[in-house]
Structure formats: C-alpha cells, structure tokens
C-alpha cells in the first residue's frame, strides 16, 4: 500500500515495538507530529521542555529497559540541541534513534531558514548518521538505524530526513524486526584457552565490571563466574548493579573515588579480568603502574577497546554473556581462600566513611537506600552527589544506576529520570542532583509536572559547584573561581510555580519523613536538601597517581597526601 513518508515513520516505530517517543515539535518536522496526533493511542509523545530533555529522557527510556530510546527533533536548533544528549548516549554505549527532519529537499544546501547539516555534526557521536532524502529511502533506513543501535556495542544512530520525504508518498509493506544475535564471530578458542589457563594459575585473581555486563544482560552469568572463580568483585561507575553490591564479594567501586580495599586489592592482585569495561582515567589513575603486578584478561564487545589505554595479556573479542557462558561451561571450580579471606578483612578495616554530624549526602543516599529497600530506579546528575550516589547505594541489579559516566553531563539527570519513570511506571525513580546541576535543565520539571510523571528530585544543595571546589580546595590553594552559586533562586518556590511538590531538609531528622511522603506522593516532587559546601567526597585518588596513593580526610589530617 501507498503511504505518505511521515505514515511511513510511524508505522516503522509501531513495528519496533516503539510504545514512547520524547521531543519537541517545529515546522520541518509537523507532517510526522500530525501522524502522531493520529497514532496517540498507540505511541505515547512526551513533550519536552527543551530538545536536549528529549535526548536526555529517551537515554534514561532504554537505560532503564535495555531497548532502544526515540526522541525527536525540528530542524536547525531543534536538532543541534539534541547533541549533547546524543553524545551522552554515545560515550556510555547506549541505543538511541534520534530523528529529525531538515528543510525539504529543494532548499537543501542554501542556507535555508532552520537548515543545518545535522548529520554531518553528529558523525562523531553517533554508530552512524543518516539523511533520507528520497521518501523510498525512508523504511529500509528507519529499519537500519533500530538494528545498528542494538548491534554489538550500542549506541545512538542519528536518521535526518528532509521534510519533502515526510509528505510524498511510496509504498510501505510490513516487516518484522530482525533478531539481533550477540557477537561471538570473534571469540577465538586460543583465547579462551589462554584466559582458563591464567585463571587457573592465578593466586589473586580480581574481577573489574564495566557498563558492557549491564548492556549485555550478563548478571546471571557474572554471577556464576564469580562463584566458580573465587574472587573479589569491583566496579566501575557504569557497571553498577551488574554484580549485587550486597553481595560478600563485592569490594566496591575502583578508581578515583573507589573504595580503598578495591584500589589496594587490585595493586596487589596477580590477575585481573575484565568484563566490559574501557580503562577510562577515572579507572586507572597512572596508567604506568595500573595493575602492573597482574596479568590482565579483557573481555569486550569492541576490538577497538583492546589495548587502547592499558596493554593486555589476553582479548576476547564477544558479548560479554555469551564470552562468560563459554568460560563458565569450561572452567573447574576455583578456589582463593587465602586471598579472599586478606581482602574481606582488608574491607572490614576500610569501610567508606563519612561525618556523622549534620546533614550530608552520604546520609541522605543511605537512608534513601534503607527506606526504598535498594529497589529504587536511581539516576544521577554529575558530581559530588553522583560519587556519593554510587558509594552509598546499594545496587542489587543491572540498570538501577542511570548516569552520565563517559560525558560526564551536568543537566542529564532529570530528563533521564522521565525516560525511566515512563519506562517503568511501577518503579520508585529518584534524580539525585547538585544544585549546580539542576540549574542546567530544572525546567524538565514543568514537564513531569504537565505529564504527571511522578519522579523525585533530591538536591544536595551546597550552593557551590561541589566537585569543581573540592579540587580548587585540594590542588588549587582554595581559589574559588567562579564556583560560588550563594545567590537567591529558591528551587522550592521554583519547583511548586512548575506544578510540583515540593519539600525543604535542613537536618537529619527530617530525612526520613520526607522521602517516605514523597514516595507515597503520586506526583512529581523536589526535595531541597541543604548541605555544607565544603563536604567531600573520600576516598579519593588525586589525578594522575597510583591507585593504592588513595586519601580520605583522615589521611589528609595526618599529612599522608
């Protein structure tokens, strides 16, 4: 049958189970929104209040599902505010279709009124762009993009379609989506041979998860790796959940902010396997002495990520499950009892710590995770308040962590927390943010408001940009350049003039109370926390050292660093 080009888009999002798009409507691209006008019923439009929510809510959609998030986007600045979203998407592996719509192909190439080359842009920060110029086109690309986001190491695919393609018309025939099968074409047996022969050997063995376990839905399988290996269990920020972090084994987070038996275990260890991760410099600290005692076992999705930042010993090249189903099939138990017995002690002696006086974020994470039971949907900006977040909470399982790991974006969280509560209506789904970051894009909270989306917003509100002082404080003699935000915004008043609830904390006792009410809430809810602008997050590596050099504030005090 014949359809317009803009019916064409709808019924290819309908065949790839799309049942939720997030954007922002303009005149390029009004022929696909008319279309959606009539399909209401069928795909759910969240109106944004600004493009990059948009890109934001459909990262935090398939962060929190595993399937591929929709947003749109107008030509000209439609599009381009749609880029930070897509680079978010893009640096934490994560499958996204963004689709705009340009000038109609006669004005094409003339600086036409809101015309921008949106696709030649995004090619940095995309799998791949495409621009439909012809509306034959449009099926087999929108088809594509589905496929190349969620084939090997996702990610976002751009799809630009000029805005005479969305009303001429060409003939349409349902499809269905093609199975997408993980990647073991590359899995070579002499390196899995290799890698049971150094597990084999190995007398202090540590296991570092990536955000690649979490994409490959490999919890099962890492599970039953760690038990037939024997071995301590760290993360990074991205792999959070992968593994239970109330599991005996699990040691905490690695890195600048990790914990210190993690950081101190992995300076020690004699072999060190890796499941999806990339070596980021938060990880590794000096790269010259990262692990340098240990043999290193990497196992990753994309070959482009061996031997990138830090040289290994041995790669395979596969999807993380499927990599971990084959080792668990040929390994013999494993047994460390002696190791493991020097690293649970070593995490006994070195729990995370933090001031008890007062009201802080690390008070507020735990007693969130107390009250929630550690099922809670937990999204984060970018910052002291994010460390703090993926130290304090308790995941239990894969994509209860939302947050900006490889961009590092100030603003992500709250149009992210929209994804996941649309997601996952069910679920409690909490954006924990600084003040600075919430400035970056509050007005997503008229959004949930004017979509009844119930998430809450939970400020630590130190009225400083508090990860960007805290170094000022430790390496650059107290020069607080530009990072005070004592000023008068209100983000209270601010969130009710939206259409929110909203509560301030000023201490402890009030903690409690307030999230309970909040999560019995129904609505959309700010909680404004203040804390000290001069708390810290501890432990902490300083940039460019060792990860066993790690300090907290007692070792500061003592003139250790």
Not at 82 to 91: D, E, F, P, Q, R
Not at 147 to 154: F, H, I, K, Q, S
Not at 334 to 353: F, I, T
Request: glycine letters at 8%; one cysteine or more.
């Amino acid at each position: 049958m014949q359809l317009t080009g803009s019916q064409i888009v709808v019924e290819c999002l309908k065949e790839q189970g799309v049942d939720t798009v997030f954007g922002y409507p303009g005149g390029a691209i009004l022929n696909i929104y008319d279309e959606l006008y009539r399909h209401q019923d069928e795909i759910r439009h969240i109106l944004t209040s600004h493009e990059q929510g948009a890109a934001h809510a459909a990262d935090g959609y398939a962060r929190a599902t595993g399937k591929v998030g929709v947003c749109m986007a107008t030509s000209g600045p439609g599009a381009t505010n749609l880029v930070t979203g897509i680079a978010t998407a893009y640096l934490d592996s994560v499958p996204m279709v963004a689709i705009t719509c340009n000038v109609g192909l006669p004005l094409l190439g003339k600086d036409s009124f809101q015309e921008i080359d949106i696709a030649g842009v995004t090619m940095p920060i995309t799998k791949h762009s495409f621009i439909v110029k012809n509306v034959e086109e449009l099926a087999p690309t929108l088809r594509r993009a589905f496929t190349v986001a969620m084939t090997g190491r996702r990610g976002p695919v751009l799809v630009d379609i000029v805005k005479s393609a969305t009303s001429d018309l060409a003939d349409y025939e349902k499809v269905e989506p093609q199975e997408i099968s993980r990647s073991t074409d590359k899995v070579e047996e002499e390196s899995i041979q290799e890698a049971i022969r150094l597990l084999q050997k190995a007398k202090k063995p540590i296991i570092f998860v990536g955000g690649g376990a979490v994409s490959s839905e490999a919890g099962k399988e890492l599970y039953e790796f760690v038990q037939k290996v024997d071995a301590p269990v760290t993360d990074s920020l991205m792999g959070k959940g992968a593994y239970p972090g109330t599991d005996e084994k699990y040691i905490g987070m690695l890195g600048m902010h990790g914990t210190k038996t993690a950081n101190l275990s992995l300076a020690e260890s004699d072999l060190l396997i890796v499941l999806g991760a990339r070596f980021s410099d938060r990880v590794t600290g000096n790269t010259e002495t990262f692990a340098k005692k240990a043999k290193i076992i990497q196992i990753d999705v994309d070959e482009a990520e061996i031997n990138k930042n830090i040289m290994v010993d041995v790669s395979i090249i596969g999807d993380v499950k499927a990599v971990l189903t084959i080792l668990n099939n040929r390994l013999e138990q494993l047994y460390h009892k002696e190791w493991m017995d020097k690293v649970m002690a070593r995490k006994d002696a070195l729990p995370l710590n933090y001031n008890p006086e007062g009201l802080t974020g690390p008070y507020i994470v735990e007693k969130l995770n107390e009250i929630t039971e550690g099922e809670a949907i937990v999204v984060t900006e970018v910052g002291q308040h994010q460390m703090w977040a993926a130290q304090y909470y308790k995941y239990k399982r894969p994509r209860q962590l939302l947050t900006s790991g490889g961009l590092g974006t100030m603003g992500y969280g709250l149009g992210a927390a929209l994804g996941a509560k649309t997601a996952c209506p069910k679920q409690t789904v909490v954006n924990i943010a600084g003040d600075g970051c919430f400035r970056m894009n509050m007005n997503e909270m008229a959004t949930a408001a004017r979509s009844n989306i119930p998430v809450i917003e939970l400020i630590f509100n130190n009225h400083v940009l508090g990860m960007v002082r805290q170094w000022q404080t430790l390496f650059y003699g107290k020069r607080y350049s530009h990072t005070v935000l004592n000023d008068g915004v209100d983000f209270v008043k601010l969130a009710e003039a939206m259409g929110a609830k909203a509560y301030r904390i000023t201490k402890k006792e009030e903690v409690e109370p307030v999230l309970k009410e909040a999560i019995a809430a129904g609505v959309p809810v700010l909680i404004d926390c203040i804390i000290d602008s001069d708390d810290k997050v501890f432990p902490m590596v300083a940039p460019g050292k060792n990860l066993d050099d790690a300090f907290d504030e007692k070792d500061l005090k003592a003139g250790k660093q």
